[in-house]
């Protein structure tokens, strides 16, 4: 739902960073208010995934310069976990193995940190329990994934529907979905997507990334942008995505270099868009 008067929830502006000296963000700029749905597209090594992490707050990128807020004030002041309790979430593309920690007091644990930041009463086991088996029924999983380690011996499609699970109990503002589509069958994806729009609410926002238009039949995004070289090239509606699948990413080639020479006959640096 497309909210002009919504309040914002993350503002990104001439976002930079790099990582390990090599530049990869080059000036992002993107508004987000609670009740949208954005999906960010593009080729490998665009700046998709970089983008995710230096919102999360990943310590191996360095912010070189811009700015991010959120719900108006510096996220880029806060530690990965402090953006997390505040409501900020990251679902991983390649969600990672925890060997001996349960996965039911790991969701407990992170669910009652959001809770007491939000200044609510933490649940005790009994009934943190009684939450989360109502909430596995939005990813359709089985509870005995709860007494194993978190995503030990799961399969893709496992992994990703725990990670949905985690979305529905940290209630965040603002989810940030990492190519969770990746390595999805069809009926992974549809439980996936389905559990997206179920958690999607006029107070939250998604952000959406992605290679494949496949995801965004099942999870209708208000805007669509499309990067490249470390910006965001172009913005539209979902009609944009529909125009992805049918042309491919062969404009952006053409794009690029049209920004380029603008940039060389002005002496702005090339793409200057966002």
């Given at each position: 739902?497309?909210?002009?008067?919504?309040?914002v929830?993350?503002?990104?502006?001439?976002?930079?960073?790099?990582?390990?000296?090599?530049?990869?963000?080059?000036?992002?700029?993107?508004?987000i208010?609670?009740?949208?749905?954005?999906a960010v597209?593009?080729r490998n090594g665009s700046?998709?995934?970089t983008?995710?992490?230096?919102?999360?707050?990943?310590?191996?990128?360095t912010v070189?310069?811009?700015?991010?807020?959120?719900?108006?004030?510096d996220?880029?002041?806060?530690?990965?976990e402090?953006?997390?309790?505040?409501?900020?979430?990251?679902?991983?593309?390649?969600?990672?193995?925890?060997?001996g920690?349960?996965?039911l007091?790991?969701?407990?644990?992170?669910?009652?940190?959001?809770?007491?930041?939000?200044?609510?009463?933490?649940l005790?086991?009994?009934a943190?329990?009684?939450?989360?088996?109502?909430?596995?029924?939005v990813v359709?999983?089985?509870?005995?994934f709860?007494?194993?380690?978190v995503?030990?011996?799961?399969?893709g499609?496992?992994?990703?529907?725990?990670?949905?699970?985690?979305?529905?109990?940290?209630?965040?503002?603002?989810a940030i979905l990492?190519?969770?589509?990746?390595?999805?069958?069809?009926?992974?994806?549809?439980?996936?997507?389905?559990?997206?729009n179920?958690?999607?609410?006029?107070?939250?926002?998604?952000?959406?990334?992605?290679?494949?238009q496949r995801?965004?039949?099942l999870?209708?995004?208000?805007y669509?942008?499309v990067?490249?070289a470390?910006?965001?090239?172009?913005?539209?509606?979902?009609?944009?995505?529909?125009?992805l699948?049918?042309?491919?990413?062969?404009?952006?080639?053409?794009?690029?270099?049209?920004?380029?020479?603008e940039?060389?006959?002005?002496?702005?640096?090339p793409?200057e868009?966002?």
């Amino acid at each position: 739902m497309i909210c002009p008067d919504a309040p914002v929830l993350l503002e990104i502006r001439d976002l930079q960073a790099a990582v390990d000296d090599q530049p990869i963000l080059k000036g992002v700029n993107l508004t987000i208010r609670a009740g949208e749905i954005h999906a960010v597209m593009g080729r490998n090594g665009s700046g998709k995934s970089t983008l995710s992490k230096v919102l999360a707050g990943h310590p191996a990128y360095t912010v070189t310069g811009g700015s991010v807020h959120y719900r108006g004030n510096d996220l880029l002041d806060l530690a990965p976990e402090q953006r997390a309790r505040i409501g900020l979430f990251l679902g991983f593309q390649y969600p990672v193995e925890i060997p001996g920690v349960s996965n039911l007091e790991f969701l407990r644990v992170a669910t009652n940190a959001r809770r007491s930041e939000g200044g609510l009463e933490e649940l005790d086991t009994f009934a943190f329990e009684d939450l989360v088996r109502e909430r596995l029924e939005v990813v359709k999983m089985d509870p005995a994934f709860l007494e194993r380690s978190v995503n030990e011996g799961f399969s893709g499609g496992e992994k990703k529907r725990n990670e949905i699970l985690q979305m529905a109990l940290l209630e965040p503002l603002v989810a940030i979905l990492d190519e969770t589509d990746s390595g999805l069958d069809i009926d992974a994806l549809r439980i996936v997507a389905g559990g997206v729009n179920q958690l999607a609410s006029p107070e939250n926002a998604t952000l959406l990334i992605t290679h494949y238009q496949r995801l965004l039949d099942l999870i209708t995004p208000d805007y669509v942008h499309v990067m490249a070289a470390g910006r965001i090239l172009r913005s539209g509606g979902r009609e944009l995505a529909l125009e992805l699948e049918r042309t491919g990413y062969d404009w952006v080639d053409q794009e690029l270099e049209r920004f380029a020479a603008e940039g060389q006959q002005t002496g702005r640096a090339p793409l200057e868009v966002g």
